[in-house]
C-alpha cells in the first residue's frame, strides 16, 4: 500500500470519524457506560490514525480500524492510568485487526440518546449533550446555538457526562415504559441537529453538512421504535419538509416563495405528507406535528403560487397552544401581515415581549416598514437584523434586502 500524503491521510481520518461518530461513541459506550471515556477513545483512535497512516496507508476499512484503535485505548484506559503515547502501544497491528471487524457496527445511537435524558442531567443541558455526544459538535459549536459562552457550555457537558456515570446510565435500546416520558427531548434534539444542517452555506464546517441527513436517520429511528406516536412522524414530516427545499438554496439563504420549486425534491415532499396524513389518523395532534402542517401548506402554496394564510393562521394559533415561543408568534406575526397589513404585522410584532435580540423579529419588521413605505426604518431594521445572526448566508440575503431598499429611496 503506498502512503498517502499527510494531508490526504488526515483528511481520509476526519472523513471517516465524520461518517461513523455516533455510531462509535453510542458503540463504546454501551460496552463501558461511560460517554466520556468513549469520547475520549475515540480521539485517542483519531491521533493515532493522524499518525500511522500517513506511514502505512489508509486502510481499506478506516471506520473499523478506528473501532478497533479506540477500543485498545478504552482497554489501556481501564487497566491503568497510561499516557497517551502508551495507550496504542502497537499501532502496527490495528490494521489486521480491523478486518475482523463486522461490517456493520450495532447502532446503539437510540440508547445513546435516551441515555442522554437520564433524570440526573439538568433538562436544559440534554439537548447539547446529545449534540455532541451523537452528532460529534464542538461545545463551541453548540454554545453559539444556545447563545451562551463555549466555557460555560463546555462545563455543563463536562458535568453532565460525570452525573450519566455516576447514575450508571445504561446506553442500550431504552425500554418500552422509558420512552414516552423522555420522547419529546430526544425529538427535540433530533430537530436541533437538522436546524443546525440547515445553515449549512459552501465554505462552513464540512462536518455541518451531514447534520440534516444524520438527523432525518435518526427521526427515522425514532418513527420506527414509537411505530404507535404519532409525534415522531410528525417530526420525520417536518425534517423531510424543510430537507426537500435544500437544492433549491444552493447554498445560499432563499425565502421559500423566492424558491426554485422545480429543484426541489418532490418525493421527499409526498413521503413527507404521507406521514402527515399517517399522523393524523392515530387522532392526537401535537406541536412537531402542527409544524409539519405549516410547513406542507408553504410548500404547496409555493408550487401552486398561492399560499393559503387563513389555513396557516389556523395553524399558528394552533402552535400557540399546543407550544408557545418567540419564534412561533413571530411567524404568526409573518401570516398577520399578509392577511391583515403591516399595521397589525407590526402591533404583533410590538406585543411580544424579549424580542429585541430575535434576528427573525428585526427582519419581519424591516418588511413590515418597508410596505408601509418607511424606507429609514426599514434600513435601521435590517442593520439590527444583520447584526443578530451569525449565519454568513443569512447576513448575504439580508444585505442584498438593504441594497435594494437603498435604491429605491
Given at each position: 500500500m503506498t502512503p498517502p500524503a499527510p494531508d490526504a491521510a488526515q483528511a481520509a481520518a476526519e472523513r471517516a470519524v465524520r461518517a461513523a461518530y455516533g455510531r462509535l461513541v453510542a458503540l463504546l459506550a454501551a460496552r463501558n457506560c461511560d460517554l466520556a471515556a468513549a469520547e475520549d477513545a475515540l480521539s485517542e483512535a483519531l491521533r493515532a490514525a493522524l499518525e500511522t497512516w500517513p506511514r502505512r496507508g489508509v486502510p481499506d476499512r478506516p471506520e473499523a480500524w478506528l473501532m478497533t484503535a479506540a477500543k485498545r485505548a478504552a482497554g489501556h484506559a481501564r487497566a491503568r492510568a497510561a499516557t497517551a503515547a502508551a495507550a496504542l502501544p502497537d499501532l502496527t497491528l490495528l490494521t489486521d485487526e480491523a478486518s475482523a471487524m463486522p461490517d456493520a457496527f450495532p447502532d446503539h445511537r437510540l440508547g445513546l440518546?435516551?441515555?442522554?435524558?437520564?433524570?440526573?442531567?439538568?433538562?436544559?443541558?440534554?439537548?447539547?449533550?446529545?449534540?455532541?455526544?451523537?452528532?460529534?459538535?464542538?461545545?463551541?459549536?453548540?454554545?453559539?446555538?444556545?447563545?451562551?459562552?463555549?466555557?460555560?457550555?463546555g462545563q455543563r457537558l463536562s458535568r453532565a457526562k460525570t452525573r450519566l456515570r455516576e447514575a450508571g446510565a445504561r446506553f442500550s435500546r431504552p425500554d418500552p415504559d422509558e420512552i414516552g416520558p423522555r420522547l419529546p427531548q430526544v425529538m427535540e434534539a433530533v430537530l436541533a441537529a437538522a436546524a443546525l444542517g440547515w445553515e449549512a452555506v459552501p465554505g462552513s464546517d464540512p462536518a455541518r453538512a451531514d447534520l440534516a441527513s444524520e438527523a432525518i436517520y435518526l427521526?427515522?429511528?425514532?418513527?420506527?421504535?414509537?411505530?404507535?406516536?404519532?409525534?415522531?412522524?410528525?417530526?420525520?414530516?417536518?425534517?423531510?419538509?424543510?430537507?426537500?427545499?435544500?437544492?433549491?438554496?444552493?447554498?445560499?439563504?432563499?425565502?421559500?416563495?423566492?424558491?426554485?420549486?422545480?429543484?426541489?425534491?418532490?418525493?421527499?415532499?409526498?413521503?413527507?405528507?404521507?406521514?402527515?396524513?399517517?399522523?393524523?389518523?392515530?387522532?392526537?395532534?401535537?406541536?412537531?406535528?402542527?409544524?409539519?402542517?405549516?410547513?406542507?401548506?408553504?410548500?404547496?402554496?409555493?408550487?401552486?403560487?398561492?399560499?393559503?394564510?387563513?389555513?396557516?393562521?389556523?395553524?399558528?394559533?394552533?402552535?400557540?397552544?399546543?407550544?408557545?415561543?418567540?419564534?412561533?408568534?413571530?411567524?404568526?406575526?409573518?401570516?398577520?401581515?399578509?392577511?391583515?397589513?403591516?399595521?397589525?404585522?407590526?402591533?404583533?410584532?410590538?406585543?411580544?415581549?424579549?424580542?429585541?435580540?430575535?434576528?427573525?423579529?428585526?427582519a419581519l419588521r424591516a418588511e413590515a416598514l418597508a410596505r408601509m413605505g418607511d424606507k429609514v426604518g426599514q434600513a435601521q431594521a435590517l442593520h439590527r437584523a444583520m447584526g443578530l445572526t451569525g449565519d454568513a448566508a443569512l447576513r448575504a440575503w439580508l444585505a442584498a434586502r438593504l441594497s435594494q431598499a437603498s435604491q429605491r429611496s
Open positions: 440518546l435516551f441515555a442522554c435524558t437520564h433524570p440526573a442531567i439538568d433538562p436544559g443541558t440534554q439537548t447539547p449533550l446529545m449534540l455532541q455526544a451523537v452528532l460529534g459538535l464542538s461545545a463551541e459549536r453548540i454554545a453559539g446555538a444556545f447563545l451562551i459562552s463555549p466555557a460555560t457550555m427521526a427515522e429511528l425514532l418513527a420506527d421504535l414509537t411505530p404507535d406516536q404519532p409525534e415522531p412522524k410528525g417530526l420525520l414530516s417536518l425534517i423531510l419538509h424543510i430537507r426537500a427545499r435544500e437544492p433549491a438554496r444552493n447554498g445560499q439563504y432563499l425565502a421559500v416563495f423566492e424558491q426554485d420549486t422545480a429543484l426541489w425534491d418532490h418525493r421527499m415532499i409526498h413521503r413527507a405528507d404521507r406521514l402527515l396524513a399517517d399522523a393524523a389518523a392515530m387522532g392526537h395532534f401535537g406541536r412537531f406535528q402542527c409544524e409539519a402542517a405549516i410547513q406542507s401548506v408553504h410548500s404547496e402554496g409555493a408550487m401552486l403560487g398561492r399560499t393559503n394564510w387563513p389555513a396557516l393562521a389556523t395553524l399558528h394559533a394552533a402552535l400557540d397552544r399546543l407550544s408557545p415561543s418567540l419564534g412561533g408568534a413571530t411567524a404568526a406575526a409573518a401570516v398577520t401581515l399578509e392577511l391583515d397589513g403591516p399595521k397589525a404585522a407590526l402591533a404583533a410584532l410590538d406585543a411580544l415581549t424579549g424580542a429585541q435580540g430575535f434576528q427573525p423579529w428585526w
